[in-house]
């Protein structure tokens, strides 16, 4: 498998926006080489923190259930993932990421590629290919 089909999910803690020793939680997905963080909405203390893991150190109770939710969060990145391969659909860790937070990506059709062509062009273009482009109008909606 080539490096721009793996990929990976870290947890890492920004210890620099810690206020009272609690650090935010962020979810890294990296593929191909690109990454982008994702905030939890959670934190958890500095001490409690394992960085070489990417995980709570799990002494008590707290940290068990804290690592879970880390656990399903990975399996939901995963599925986001994998699903935009089943459909096809490049994979980006910036796409990844919107589809995990719940951003979906409008699909556009051709109707409305062809109204914006027209409408932000019409004063760009010589007349005579807007007057090419014109009949395809009704065509486009009825598509």
């Known amino acids: 498998m080539s490096v721009s089909n793996i990929l990976r999910t870290r947890f890492i803690i920004?210890?620099?926006k810690a206020r009272d020793n609690l650090a935010p939680v962020y979810a890294r997905i990296t593929l191909g080489g690109k990454s982008v963080d994702i905030s939890l909405r959670r934190d958890i203390d500095v001490d409690k923190?394992?960085?070489p893991l990417g995980r709570a150190k799990a002494t008590r109770d707290?940290?068990?259930a804290f690592n879970?939710?880390?656990d399903q969060v990975r399996?939901?990145?995963t599925n986001c993932c994998s699903g935009l391969k089943n459909q096809k659909k490049?994979?980006?860790p910036k796409l990844s990421a919107n589809l995990f937070c719940g951003i979906v990506p409008k699909e556009r059709t051709?109707?409305?590629?062809v109204e914006y062509h027209n409408g932000h062009l019409k004063h760009t273009l010589a007349w005579g290919t807007m007057k090419i482009t014109?009949?395809?109008?009704p065509i486009s909606r009825a598509l």
Do not use: C, N, Q, V
Request: charged share 40%.
């Open 134 to 137: 014109s009949p395809t109008r």
């Open 49 to 51: 923190w394992d960085a």
């Open 75 to 77: 399996a939901e990145i």
């Open 68 to 70: 879970l939710y880390l």
């Open 62 to 64: 707290d940290g068990r």
């Open 14 to 16: 920004k210890k620099d």
């Open 90 to 92: 490049p994979s980006l």
């Open 110 to 113: 051709r109707g409305e590629f």
